[in-house]
Protein backbone atom coordinates (compact mmCIF):
# COMPACT_ATOMS: atom_id res chain seq x y z
CA UNK A 1 0.00 0.00 0.00
CA UNK A 2 1.21 3.95 -1.10
CA UNK A 3 2.04 6.08 2.37
CA UNK A 4 -1.40 8.48 2.25
CA UNK A 5 -2.96 10.65 4.13
CA UNK A 6 -6.71 10.97 4.85
CA UNK A 7 -8.75 14.34 5.99
CA UNK A 8 -12.25 14.57 5.32
CA UNK A 9 -13.88 17.21 7.67
CA UNK A 10 -17.21 17.33 5.61
CA UNK A 11 -20.39 16.51 8.12
CA UNK A 12 -22.87 14.15 6.67
CA UNK A 13 -26.56 14.72 7.84
CA UNK A 14 -28.10 11.62 6.23
CA UNK A 15 -32.24 10.46 6.43
CA UNK A 16 -35.62 11.84 6.09
CA UNK A 17 -36.29 15.31 7.38
CA UNK A 18 -33.25 16.93 7.54
CA UNK A 19 -33.36 19.93 5.80
CA UNK A 20 -34.58 21.49 8.99
CA UNK A 21 -31.07 20.87 10.56
CA UNK A 22 -30.15 24.10 8.49
CA UNK A 23 -31.43 25.87 11.49
CA UNK A 24 -28.51 24.94 13.72
CA UNK A 25 -25.53 23.91 11.00
CA UNK A 26 -25.83 27.64 9.65
CA UNK A 27 -24.59 30.22 11.74
CA UNK A 28 -27.12 32.56 13.31
CA UNK A 29 -25.65 35.50 12.12
CA UNK A 30 -24.75 35.09 8.49
CA UNK A 31 -25.19 36.34 5.43
CA UNK A 32 -26.44 33.83 3.59
CA UNK A 33 -26.42 32.91 -0.91
CA UNK A 34 -28.61 30.11 -1.47
CA UNK A 35 -27.34 28.42 -4.53
CA UNK A 36 -29.51 26.59 -7.00
CA UNK A 37 -29.96 25.53 -10.79
CA UNK A 38 -32.69 25.43 -13.00
CA UNK A 39 -36.56 24.66 -11.45
CA UNK A 40 -36.03 21.66 -9.60
CA UNK A 41 -35.41 22.74 -5.95
CA UNK A 42 -38.18 25.05 -6.26
CA UNK A 43 -40.88 23.07 -8.00
CA UNK A 44 -39.81 19.83 -5.43
CA UNK A 45 -40.42 22.55 -2.34
CA UNK A 46 -36.52 22.06 -1.44
CA UNK A 47 -36.45 25.44 -1.70
CA UNK A 48 -39.34 26.82 0.43
CA UNK A 49 -37.84 23.75 3.18
CA UNK A 50 -34.26 25.61 3.07
CA UNK A 51 -35.27 29.05 3.58
CA UNK A 52 -37.77 28.12 6.50
CA UNK A 53 -35.53 26.83 8.32
CA UNK A 54 -33.32 29.66 7.71
CA UNK A 55 -35.29 31.46 9.87
CA UNK A 56 -34.72 35.25 10.14
CA UNK A 57 -31.11 34.65 8.71
CA UNK A 58 -30.25 37.53 5.83
CA UNK A 59 -30.71 35.04 2.75
CA UNK A 60 -29.80 35.86 -0.28
CA UNK A 61 -31.15 33.67 -3.29
CA UNK A 62 -28.75 32.83 -7.18
CA UNK A 63 -30.12 30.72 -9.62
CA UNK A 64 -30.07 29.28 -12.90
CA UNK A 65 -26.67 27.27 -12.06
CA UNK A 66 -26.62 25.00 -15.35
CA UNK A 67 -25.44 21.13 -15.74
CA UNK A 68 -21.72 21.48 -16.27
CA UNK A 69 -21.81 25.19 -14.68
CA UNK A 70 -19.69 27.53 -16.63
CA UNK A 71 -17.34 30.27 -15.57
CA UNK A 72 -19.85 32.93 -17.22
CA UNK A 73 -22.58 32.08 -14.89
CA UNK A 74 -20.15 31.68 -11.77
CA UNK A 75 -18.54 34.71 -11.76
CA UNK A 76 -21.85 36.72 -11.47
CA UNK A 77 -22.55 35.00 -8.39
CA UNK A 78 -19.33 36.05 -7.32
CA UNK A 79 -20.14 39.73 -7.77
CA UNK A 80 -23.54 39.30 -5.81
CA UNK A 81 -21.22 37.73 -3.24
CA UNK A 82 -18.81 40.74 -3.10
CA UNK A 83 -21.47 43.30 -3.82
CA UNK A 84 -23.67 41.98 -0.76
CA UNK A 85 -20.72 41.05 1.30
CA UNK A 86 -22.12 37.25 1.86
CA UNK A 87 -20.16 35.24 4.34
CA UNK A 88 -22.04 32.45 4.05
CA UNK A 89 -23.06 29.75 0.41
CA UNK A 90 -25.62 27.00 0.56
CA UNK A 91 -25.82 25.19 -2.10
CA UNK A 92 -28.94 23.09 -3.09
CA UNK A 93 -28.88 20.79 -5.91
CA UNK A 94 -26.83 18.47 -7.73
CA UNK A 95 -23.01 17.95 -8.65
CA UNK A 96 -22.73 21.10 -10.91
CA UNK A 97 -24.86 23.57 -7.93
CA UNK A 98 -22.10 22.30 -5.45
CA UNK A 99 -18.95 22.62 -7.75
CA UNK A 100 -20.04 25.90 -8.46
CA UNK A 101 -21.02 26.81 -5.02
CA UNK A 102 -17.01 25.72 -4.55
CA UNK A 103 -15.79 27.46 -7.35
CA UNK A 104 -17.82 30.47 -5.69
CA UNK A 105 -16.35 30.39 -2.60
CA UNK A 106 -12.27 29.89 -3.82
CA UNK A 107 -13.09 32.98 -6.32
CA UNK A 108 -15.07 35.39 -4.15
CA UNK A 109 -11.66 36.11 -2.55
CA UNK A 110 -9.34 35.75 -5.06
CA UNK A 111 -6.52 37.95 -6.36
CA UNK A 112 -6.61 38.05 -9.67
CA UNK A 113 -8.47 36.51 -12.74
CA UNK A 114 -10.64 33.46 -10.84
CA UNK A 115 -10.32 31.52 -14.25
CA UNK A 116 -6.74 31.21 -13.12
CA UNK A 117 -7.88 28.43 -10.08
CA UNK A 118 -9.53 26.15 -12.69
CA UNK A 119 -6.13 26.62 -15.16
CA UNK A 120 -3.84 25.82 -12.13
CA UNK A 121 -5.97 23.07 -10.34
CA UNK A 122 -6.82 24.90 -7.41
CA UNK A 123 -3.16 25.14 -6.60
CA UNK A 124 -3.17 28.91 -6.35
CA UNK A 125 -6.18 28.77 -4.04
CA UNK A 126 -5.46 30.49 -0.77
CA UNK A 127 -8.99 31.36 1.05
CA UNK A 128 -12.29 30.03 0.27
CA UNK A 129 -15.82 30.91 1.82
CA UNK A 130 -16.96 28.80 4.07
CA UNK A 131 -20.18 26.59 2.59
CA UNK A 132 -22.98 23.72 3.25
CA UNK A 133 -25.01 21.80 0.99
CA UNK A 134 -28.09 20.03 0.43
CA UNK A 135 -27.89 17.44 -2.20
CA UNK A 136 -30.66 16.24 -4.24
CA UNK A 137 -28.61 14.08 -7.16
CA UNK A 138 -26.91 11.32 -5.87
CA UNK A 139 -23.93 10.75 -8.65
CA UNK A 140 -20.53 13.06 -8.04
CA UNK A 141 -19.65 13.02 -4.31
CA UNK A 142 -18.94 16.94 -4.37
CA UNK A 143 -21.01 16.57 -0.78
CA UNK A 144 -18.32 15.04 0.32
CA UNK A 145 -15.22 16.19 -1.69
CA UNK A 146 -12.55 18.80 -2.03
CA UNK A 147 -13.16 18.96 -6.12
CA UNK A 148 -15.34 20.74 -8.41
CA UNK A 149 -15.47 20.95 -12.15
CA UNK A 150 -15.91 24.35 -14.08
CA UNK A 151 -17.06 25.12 -17.72
CA UNK A 152 -15.52 28.00 -19.86
CA UNK A 153 -17.94 28.40 -22.22
CA UNK A 154 -15.84 30.27 -25.03
CA UNK A 155 -13.16 28.37 -25.24
CA UNK A 156 -15.41 25.09 -24.54
CA UNK A 157 -12.84 24.42 -21.51
CA UNK A 158 -14.02 22.27 -18.28
CA UNK A 159 -11.20 21.91 -15.89
CA UNK A 160 -11.22 20.43 -12.57
CA UNK A 161 -9.62 21.86 -9.38
CA UNK A 162 -8.81 20.53 -6.48
CA UNK A 163 -8.11 22.23 -2.67
CA UNK A 164 -8.50 21.06 0.85
CA UNK A 165 -10.38 24.81 1.13
CA UNK A 166 -13.39 23.92 -0.72
CA UNK A 167 -14.60 21.11 1.17
CA UNK A 168 -18.34 21.82 2.30
CA UNK A 169 -18.63 22.23 6.16
CA UNK A 170 -21.67 20.20 5.88
CA UNK A 171 -24.49 18.25 3.15
CA UNK A 172 -27.65 16.86 3.88
CA UNK A 173 -28.45 14.21 2.52
CA UNK A 174 -32.30 13.06 2.41
CA UNK A 175 -32.90 10.79 -0.21
CA UNK A 176 -36.36 11.43 -0.53
CA UNK A 177 -35.06 14.49 -2.19
CA UNK A 178 -34.07 12.32 -5.09
CA UNK A 179 -37.88 11.17 -5.92
CA UNK A 180 -38.38 13.71 -8.21
CA UNK A 181 -35.36 12.74 -10.50
CA UNK A 182 -36.09 11.84 -14.06
CA UNK A 183 -34.89 8.70 -14.62
CA UNK A 184 -31.88 9.81 -17.07
CA UNK A 185 -30.30 11.88 -13.81
CA UNK A 186 -30.97 8.78 -11.81
CA UNK A 187 -28.68 6.40 -14.51
CA UNK A 188 -26.60 9.16 -14.62
CA UNK A 189 -25.85 8.78 -10.95
CA UNK A 190 -25.24 4.90 -10.98
CA UNK A 191 -22.85 5.58 -13.88
CA UNK A 192 -21.16 8.14 -12.45
CA UNK A 193 -20.75 6.44 -9.05
CA UNK A 194 -19.30 3.42 -10.55
CA UNK A 195 -16.74 4.83 -12.74
CA UNK A 196 -15.82 6.99 -9.48
CA UNK A 197 -15.16 3.41 -8.09
CA UNK A 198 -13.68 2.48 -10.75
CA UNK A 199 -11.16 5.08 -11.49
CA UNK A 200 -10.16 4.02 -8.09
CA UNK A 201 -9.89 0.41 -8.36
CA UNK A 202 -9.63 -1.20 -11.93
CA UNK A 203 -5.58 -0.16 -11.82
CA UNK A 204 -3.26 -2.89 -10.49
CA UNK A 205 -2.55 -4.38 -7.22
CA UNK A 206 -0.74 -2.72 -4.37
CA UNK A 207 -2.69 -5.31 -1.67
CA UNK A 208 -5.24 -2.45 -0.35
CA UNK A 209 -7.51 -5.18 1.34
CA UNK A 210 -9.60 -2.96 2.64
CA UNK A 211 -9.90 -0.47 -0.31
CA UNK A 212 -10.30 -3.31 -2.62
CA UNK A 213 -12.96 -4.87 -0.65
CA UNK A 214 -14.83 -1.53 0.11
CA UNK A 215 -14.57 -0.68 -3.81
CA UNK A 216 -16.11 -4.00 -4.69
CA UNK A 217 -18.89 -3.51 -2.01
CA UNK A 218 -19.94 -0.24 -3.50
CA UNK A 219 -19.64 -1.59 -7.33
CA UNK A 220 -22.27 -4.74 -6.35
CA UNK A 221 -24.11 -2.34 -4.57
CA UNK A 222 -24.90 0.03 -7.66
CA UNK A 223 -25.07 -3.08 -9.53
CA UNK A 224 -28.24 -4.58 -7.37
CA UNK A 225 -29.91 -0.84 -6.90
CA UNK A 226 -29.59 0.92 -10.07
CA UNK A 227 -31.75 -0.97 -11.24
CA UNK A 228 -34.59 -0.51 -8.38
CA UNK A 229 -33.84 3.00 -8.73
CA UNK A 230 -34.42 3.46 -11.63
CA UNK A 231 -38.27 0.75 -11.62
CA UNK A 232 -39.47 2.16 -8.35
CA UNK A 233 -39.51 5.78 -8.28
CA UNK A 234 -40.61 5.98 -4.35
CA UNK A 235 -38.34 2.91 -2.72
CA UNK A 236 -36.73 5.01 0.33
CA UNK A 237 -34.33 2.18 1.21
CA UNK A 238 -32.78 2.28 -2.86
CA UNK A 239 -32.60 6.08 -3.00
CA UNK A 240 -30.76 5.85 0.46
CA UNK A 241 -28.41 3.07 -0.87
CA UNK A 242 -27.81 5.04 -3.92
CA UNK A 243 -27.14 8.01 -1.94
CA UNK A 244 -24.79 6.86 0.02
CA UNK A 245 -23.01 4.56 -2.36
CA UNK A 246 -22.21 7.73 -4.00
CA UNK A 247 -20.80 9.80 -1.48
CA UNK A 248 -18.53 6.82 -0.29
CA UNK A 249 -17.25 6.02 -3.92
CA UNK A 250 -15.41 9.83 -4.20
CA UNK A 251 -14.84 10.98 -0.70
CA UNK A 252 -11.75 10.18 -0.39
CA UNK A 253 -11.98 6.79 1.79
CA UNK A 254 -11.51 3.88 -1.01
CA UNK A 255 -8.56 6.12 -2.88
CA UNK A 256 -6.24 6.63 0.03
CA UNK A 257 -2.59 4.50 -0.11
CA UNK A 258 -4.28 2.94 -3.89
CA UNK A 259 -2.88 3.91 -7.07
CA UNK A 260 -5.86 6.25 -9.56
CA UNK A 261 -6.54 6.21 -12.85
CA UNK A 262 -8.81 9.20 -14.07
CA UNK A 263 -8.31 9.12 -17.38
CA UNK A 264 -11.92 8.32 -18.82
CA UNK A 265 -12.99 11.11 -16.52
CA UNK A 266 -9.97 13.33 -18.49
CA UNK A 267 -11.26 12.19 -21.66
CA UNK A 268 -14.88 12.46 -20.61
CA UNK A 269 -14.78 16.32 -19.66
CA UNK A 270 -13.47 16.70 -23.48
CA UNK A 271 -16.28 14.92 -25.14
CA UNK A 272 -18.81 17.22 -22.76
CA UNK A 273 -17.06 20.69 -23.51
CA UNK A 274 -17.41 19.79 -27.41
CA UNK A 275 -20.35 18.30 -27.64
CA UNK A 276 -22.19 18.89 -24.41
CA UNK A 277 -23.00 14.86 -23.92
CA UNK A 278 -23.79 14.60 -20.17
CA UNK A 279 -20.58 13.97 -17.52
CA UNK A 280 -21.95 10.37 -16.83
CA UNK A 281 -22.52 8.74 -20.95
CA UNK A 282 -19.29 10.32 -21.83
CA UNK A 283 -17.57 7.99 -18.88
CA UNK A 284 -20.35 5.07 -20.02
CA UNK A 285 -18.52 5.72 -23.87
CA UNK A 286 -14.63 5.66 -22.61
CA UNK A 287 -14.50 2.85 -19.54
CA UNK A 288 -15.80 -0.43 -21.47
CA UNK A 289 -13.29 0.62 -24.44
CA UNK A 290 -10.23 2.22 -21.64
CA UNK A 291 -10.57 -1.07 -19.87
CA UNK A 292 -9.82 -3.18 -23.40
CA UNK A 293 -7.30 -1.10 -24.47
CA UNK A 294 -5.17 -0.65 -21.41
CA UNK A 295 -6.19 -4.65 -20.29
CA UNK A 296 -2.01 -5.49 -20.20
CA UNK A 297 -1.39 -3.41 -17.21
CA UNK A 298 -4.66 -3.59 -15.74
CA UNK A 299 -4.64 -7.67 -16.28
CA UNK A 300 -4.53 -9.33 -12.59
CA UNK A 301 -6.97 -6.27 -11.56
CA UNK A 302 -9.56 -6.78 -14.02
CA UNK A 303 -9.50 -10.87 -12.99
CA UNK A 304 -10.16 -9.82 -9.71
CA UNK A 305 -12.82 -7.65 -10.95
CA UNK A 306 -14.24 -10.10 -13.02
CA UNK A 307 -14.32 -12.66 -10.05
CA UNK A 308 -15.20 -10.68 -7.10
CA UNK A 309 -17.80 -8.11 -9.32
CA UNK A 310 -19.25 -10.38 -11.70
CA UNK A 311 -18.41 -13.73 -10.32
CA UNK A 312 -16.59 -15.20 -13.85
CA UNK A 313 -14.11 -17.43 -12.96
CA UNK A 314 -14.15 -19.79 -15.59
CA UNK A 315 -12.30 -19.85 -19.18
CA UNK A 316 -9.11 -18.18 -19.97
CA UNK A 317 -8.07 -15.20 -18.41
CA UNK A 318 -8.44 -13.35 -21.58
CA UNK A 319 -11.90 -14.15 -21.82
CA UNK A 320 -12.79 -13.61 -18.13
CA UNK A 321 -11.40 -10.08 -18.82
CA UNK A 322 -13.77 -10.04 -22.33
CA UNK A 323 -16.90 -10.75 -20.13
CA UNK A 324 -15.90 -8.57 -17.61
CA UNK A 325 -15.79 -5.45 -20.30
CA UNK A 326 -18.84 -6.92 -21.45
CA UNK A 327 -20.62 -6.91 -18.07
CA UNK A 328 -19.61 -3.19 -17.71
CA UNK A 329 -21.51 -2.35 -21.19
CA UNK A 330 -24.15 -4.14 -20.49
CA UNK A 331 -24.76 -2.83 -17.26
CA UNK A 332 -24.45 0.69 -18.63
CA UNK A 333 -26.51 0.25 -21.19
CA UNK A 334 -29.17 -1.58 -18.73
CA UNK A 335 -29.37 1.66 -17.15
CA UNK A 336 -30.20 2.96 -20.04
CA UNK A 337 -27.03 4.86 -20.99
CA UNK A 338 -25.56 4.22 -24.46
CA UNK A 339 -21.97 2.95 -24.49
CA UNK A 340 -20.28 3.94 -28.31
CA UNK A 341 -19.83 7.43 -29.90
CA UNK A 342 -21.67 6.79 -32.80
CA UNK A 343 -25.04 6.49 -30.31
CA UNK A 344 -24.45 10.05 -30.14
CA UNK A 345 -23.57 10.76 -34.07
CA UNK A 346 -20.06 11.25 -33.26
CA UNK A 347 -17.39 9.70 -35.35
CA UNK A 348 -13.53 9.81 -36.33
CA UNK A 349 -13.71 14.27 -36.79
CA UNK A 350 -14.91 14.66 -33.32
CA UNK A 351 -12.06 11.92 -32.15
CA UNK A 352 -9.15 14.23 -34.04
CA UNK A 353 -11.18 17.49 -31.97
CA UNK A 354 -11.32 15.54 -28.63
CA UNK A 355 -7.57 14.34 -29.22
CA UNK A 356 -6.35 18.10 -30.09
CA UNK A 357 -8.27 19.53 -26.70
CA UNK A 358 -6.44 17.01 -24.89
CA UNK A 359 -3.58 18.42 -26.28
CA UNK A 360 -4.22 21.82 -25.39
CA UNK A 361 -5.05 20.99 -21.81
CA UNK A 362 -2.02 19.09 -21.37
CA UNK A 363 -3.62 15.54 -21.15
CA UNK A 364 -0.75 13.72 -22.74
CA UNK A 365 0.47 11.41 -19.99
CA UNK A 366 -2.84 9.70 -18.44
CA UNK A 367 -3.58 6.96 -16.26
CA UNK A 368 -1.83 5.21 -12.94
CA UNK A 369 0.99 4.90 -15.13
CA UNK A 370 0.77 8.24 -17.58
CA UNK A 371 1.45 5.94 -20.21
CA UNK A 372 -2.06 7.38 -22.21
CA UNK A 373 -0.24 9.50 -24.51
CA UNK A 374 -2.31 11.06 -27.20
CA UNK A 375 -2.04 7.97 -28.98
CA UNK A 376 -3.67 5.70 -26.64
CA UNK A 377 -6.37 8.31 -26.28
CA UNK A 378 -7.24 8.10 -29.76
CA UNK A 379 -7.14 4.54 -29.81
CA UNK A 380 -9.42 4.39 -26.72
CA UNK A 381 -12.24 6.60 -28.84
CA UNK A 382 -11.66 4.21 -31.95
CA UNK A 383 -12.48 1.61 -29.80
CA UNK A 384 -15.50 3.33 -28.72
CA UNK A 385 -16.76 4.42 -32.38
O1 LIG B 1 -31.09 22.64 -12.63
P1 LIG B 1 -32.18 21.89 -11.97
O2 LIG B 1 -33.52 22.35 -12.35
O3 LIG B 1 -31.99 21.79 -10.48
O4 LIG B 1 -32.12 20.39 -12.57
C1 LIG B 1 -31.02 19.53 -12.35
C2 LIG B 1 -30.15 19.37 -13.59
O5 LIG B 1 -30.85 19.68 -14.77
C3 LIG B 1 -31.59 18.13 -12.14
N1 LIG B 1 -31.88 17.82 -10.74
C4 LIG B 1 -31.06 17.86 -9.67
N2 LIG B 1 -31.69 17.42 -8.57
C5 LIG B 1 -32.98 17.13 -8.94
C6 LIG B 1 -33.10 17.40 -10.33
N3 LIG B 1 -34.25 17.20 -11.01
C7 LIG B 1 -35.31 16.74 -10.31
N4 LIG B 1 -35.26 16.45 -8.97
C8 LIG B 1 -34.11 16.62 -8.27
N5 LIG B 1 -34.05 16.27 -6.98
O6 LIG B 1 -30.56 17.26 -12.58
C9 LIG B 1 -29.86 17.88 -13.66
C10 LIG B 1 -28.38 17.56 -13.57
O7 LIG B 1 -27.83 18.11 -12.40
P2 LIG B 1 -26.23 18.17 -12.20
O8 LIG B 1 -25.97 18.81 -10.91
O9 LIG B 1 -25.61 18.74 -13.44
O10 LIG B 1 -25.84 16.61 -12.18
P3 LIG B 1 -24.68 15.87 -11.44
O11 LIG B 1 -24.93 15.78 -9.98
O12 LIG B 1 -24.54 14.62 -12.20
O13 LIG B 1 -23.40 16.80 -11.63
C11 LIG B 1 -22.62 16.78 -12.79
C12 LIG B 1 -21.46 17.75 -12.67
O14 LIG B 1 -20.56 17.34 -11.63
C13 LIG B 1 -19.23 17.23 -12.16
C14 LIG B 1 -19.48 16.88 -13.59
O15 LIG B 1 -18.34 17.10 -14.40
C15 LIG B 1 -20.63 17.78 -13.94
O16 LIG B 1 -20.19 19.08 -14.23
N6 LIG B 1 -18.42 16.30 -11.38
C16 LIG B 1 -17.99 16.67 -10.15
C17 LIG B 1 -17.18 15.88 -9.39
C18 LIG B 1 -16.68 16.31 -8.06
N7 LIG B 1 -16.95 17.53 -7.64
O17 LIG B 1 -16.01 15.56 -7.36
C19 LIG B 1 -16.74 14.56 -9.84
C20 LIG B 1 -17.49 14.06 -11.01
O18 LIG B 1 -16.65 13.17 -11.70
C21 LIG B 1 -17.94 15.08 -11.97
O19 LIG B 1 -16.89 15.41 -12.87
ZN1 LIG C 1 -17.60 11.64 -12.51
Same mark, same amino acid.
Given at each position: MFNFEFYNPTKIVFGRDTVTRLSTLVPTNARVL??? #?????? @???????? @???????? !???????? *?? *? %???? /???? !???? &? &?? @? +???LLAVGGGSVIDGTKFIAAAANFDGEPWDIAVKGGANITSALPFGAVLTLPATGSEMNNGGVVTRKSIQAKLAFHSPLVYPQFSILD *? %? @?TFTLPPRQIANGVVDAFVHTMEQYLTYPVNGQVQDRFAEGLLLS /? +??? #? *?? !?????????????????????????? #??? !????????? +??? $????????????TLAIVLPSLLNVQRGNKHAKLLQYAARVWNI? $?????? &? +???????? &??FFESMGIKTRLGDYELGQAAIDIVVTQLSAHGMTKLGEHKDITLEVSRKILEGAL
Open positions: ILF #GGASAQ @KNGTLDEV @KAALGTRE !VHEFSGIE *PN *P %SYET /LMRA !VEHV &R &RE @K +IDF *P %S @K /L +IET #G *PL !VLAETNDYDARANLMWVATLALNGLI #GAG !VPQDWATHM +IGH $ELTAQYDIDHART $EGSEEA &R +IDQAIQNT &RD
